[in-house]
């Protein structure tokens, strides 16, 4: 199976501020016919199911504020919150889709400082 | 608007079973994988298992091998997950989504294996 580690687990950050949580592959999760990594990022708020919120490493969902950016190739990855606002105090999981079973990185606790 | 409306679930003792529904509008639900993805208290997303459109291709996550069976039912747009010999681990909110990635969830539904 294909490991997804995450860092760091929690970050806190001030509003307005930037906030980059990053996510490592134990193997390429580049998908050669598509050209492109089947990497995906998640956003979970308490209580709430996860919402998508990027797909192919870098492709937002629609409706997805662009403050969201995701970035990344092969085994190194990252989601960037350009300018940290309230609502985006939850838990963010990165996940590979490459090959089954797909897997989830332990997830990101972030927070406002 | 896509809804992906959850029923099932409970408390349950070790070795016992349940099954889980997972009922979908708003989208052709004949041409999307489906999945369930579960996450213990206070843990991290763990997915479970998917089935294809025509409901032929399956997968499981090892630990539910043997014991935990997907299906679905195309004409009532349904998706189920049967689970037999249920254990303290097993213990979750259980979801289901739709997809590779996986873009639409449901609500969630709570499974608690204790006696």
């Known amino acids: 199976d294909i490991v997804m580690t995450q860092s760091p687990d929690s970050l806190a950050v001030s509003l307005g501020e930037r906030a980059t949580i990053n996510c490592k592959s134990s193997q390429s999760v580049f998908y050669s016919s598509y050209n492109k990594n089947s990497l995906a990022w998640y956003q979970q708020k308490p209580g709430q199911p996860p919402k998508l919120l990027i797909q192919?490493?870098?492709t937002r969902q629609s409706g997805v504020p662009d403050r969201f950016t995701g970035s990344g190739s092969g085994t190194d990855f990252s989601l960037t919150i350009s300018s940290l606002q309230a609502e985006d105090v939850a838990v963010y999981y990165c996940?590979?889709?490459?090959?089954?079973?797909?897997?989830f990185g332990q997830g990101t606790k972030v927070e406002i400082k | 608007e896509v809804q992906l409306v959850q029923s099932g679930g409970g408390l349950v003792q070790p070795g016992g079973s349940l099954r889980l529904s997972c009922t979908a509008s708003g989208l052709t639900f004949r041409n999307h994988w489906m999945n369930w993805v579960r996450q213990a208290p206070g843990k991290g997303l763990e997915w479970v298992a998917y089935i294809k459109q025509d409901g032929v291709e399956r997968n499981y996550v090892d630990s539910v091998k043997g014991r935990f069976t997907i299906s679905r039912d195309n004409a009532e747009n349904s998706l189920y997950l049967q689970m037999d010999g249920l254990r303290a681990e097993d213990t979750a909110v259980y979801y289901c989504a739709t997809n590779w990635p996986l873009d639409y969830w449901g609500q969630g539904t709570l499974v608690t294996v204790s006696s």
């Open positions: 996940q590979q889709y490459y090959i089954a079973p797909p897997t």
């Open positions: 192919w490493a870098s």
